[in-house]
């Protein structure tokens, strides 16, 4: 079975411009986190999607956004990048709605590079 | 709030020798605890849990770590490493009111030398 795919795996993008992010979760697995890892650091929690609606959002601007999708797909969408946006953006999907103890699986992540 | 710190940034070992990554916690609430492995450009692999029941957890790869309530501590342990253990490994910790937000330390690099 296929794990928790995500697109691109490269990305190379300016200050200010906008970058969208996606992310497949494990057939059947209806969670969705997205996770920011800056080099060198532990991965920092973005959001967390179930069944469609945002049920937890981490200490991050208002310029990043997510949602998920009927087939239970994700898309990051980030604004007026900045520099220090350029980190490893990780996606992590679990079989049921978070509840602290469910595994979560993550994806090889999207390396995201602001010049 | 919770936070997790890692107490060394880098183990380097020798093969076949035994390795502890130290891993503390803070939190006001049950914790779950989880240990994840990154390999060089890749994502996150789970090598073990603590959900409740005993403290000691076995995981993948010969790892092992014990869940310490009164230290607050759940180290990693391994009695034999490999030089394919070679990697950053990650200590994070959960409850269940924070739903799917898992907090991590700053990693430790495991270094194996042959």
């Known amino acids: 079975d296929a794990g928790v795919t995500q697109s691109p795996t490269h990305l190379i993008k300016t200050r200010g411009q906008h970058v969208t992010l996606r992310c497949s979760p494990i057939?059947?697995?209806?969670?969705v986190s997205w996770y920011q890892q800056v080099l060198g650091q532990g991965p920092q929690f973005i959001f967390q999607?179930?069944?469609?609606?945002?049920?937890g959002r981490g200490n991050f601007p208002d310029r990043f956004s997510a949602r998920q999708f009927p087939n239970y797909s994700s898309e990051l969408n980030v604004n007026a990048l900045l520099l220090g946006d350029s980190a490893l953006y990780l996606c992590?999907?679990?079989?049921?709605?978070?509840?602290?103890?469910?595994?979560?699986?993550f994806g090889p992540g999207t390396r995201l590079t602001v010049l | 709030a919770q936070s997790v710190t890692q107490l060394d940034s880098q183990v380097p070992v020798f093969e076949e020798a035994p390795v502890e990554l130290r891993c503390n916690y803070s939190?006001?609430?049950?914790?779950?605890l989880f240990w994840y492995v990154q390999y060089p450009n890749q994502g996150l692999q789970l090598l073990l849990k603590?959900?409740?029941?005993?403290?000691l957890v076995k995981g993948i790869n010969g790892f092992e770590a014990e869940f310490n309530k009164s230290q607050t501590s759940f180290h990693l342990r391994k009695p034999s490493v490999h030089i394919s253990d070679t990697a950053e490994y990650f200590c994070?910790?959960?409850?269940?009111?924070?739903?799917?937000?898992?907090?991590f330390g700053q990693g430790t690099e495991l270094s194996v030398k042959p």
């Open positions: 992590a999907s679990s079989l049921v709605e978070g509840l602290g103890y469910n595994e979560q699986f």
């Open positions: 057939s059947g697995h209806k969670s």
């Open positions: 999607y179930y069944e469609k609606e945002e049920r």
């Open positions: 939190s006001s609430v049950s914790v779950y």
């Open positions: 603590y959900l409740s029941g005993s403290t």
């Open positions: 994070a910790v959960s409850s269940y009111n924070q739903g799917g937000k898992l907090i």
